[in-house]
Nanobody, 123 residues
Framework: QVQLVESGGGLVQAGGSLRLSCAAS????????MGWFRQPPGKEREFLARISWSGAFTNYAESVKGRFTISRDNAKNTVYLQMTNLKPEDTAVYYC????????????????WGQGTQVTVSS
């Protein structure tokens, strides 16, 4: 139901930072759990982070814990992924996703997906 559009991707050097945004429209964003996933070249889509509808609960994949931060601003219908200390292995297409009710680490249970935004980290 929720329509999502990612932005903020681009080219960054290793060690740099980047902030991704995901703008939502339609549906019920304020009561939807949100997640960020990524898909590196030739790899499967992997879970990165999730946040509850209230923002009170967050959860991260071990690979990005301490480097990435998920947040949301329900007044702006937007979820963010702040990425720091980026590494070449972070290169991937990044996707945001929405799920009514509780969040999940499993991509196949999310209801809506954005088109993705490319993040490339150079060595």
């Amino acid at each position: 139901q929720v329509q999502l559009v990612e932005s903020g991707g681009g080219l960054v050097q290793a060690g740099g930072s980047l902030r991704l945004s995901c703008a939502a429209s339609g549906g019920t964003f304020s009561t939807s759990g949100m997640g960020w996933f990524r898909q590196p070249p030739g790899k499967e889509r992997e879970f990165l982070a999730r946040i509850s509808w209230s923002g009170a609960f967050t959860n991260y994949a071990e690979s990005v814990k301490g480097r990435f931060t998920i947040s949301r601003d329900n007044a702006k219908n937007t979820v963010y992924l702040q990425m720091t200390n980026l590494k070449p292995e972070d290169t991937a297409v990044y996707y945001c996703a929405a799920k009514e009710g509780a969040t999940s680490v499993y991509a196949n249970v999310y209801d809506s997906w954005g088109q993705g935004t490319q993040v490339t980290v150079s060595s």
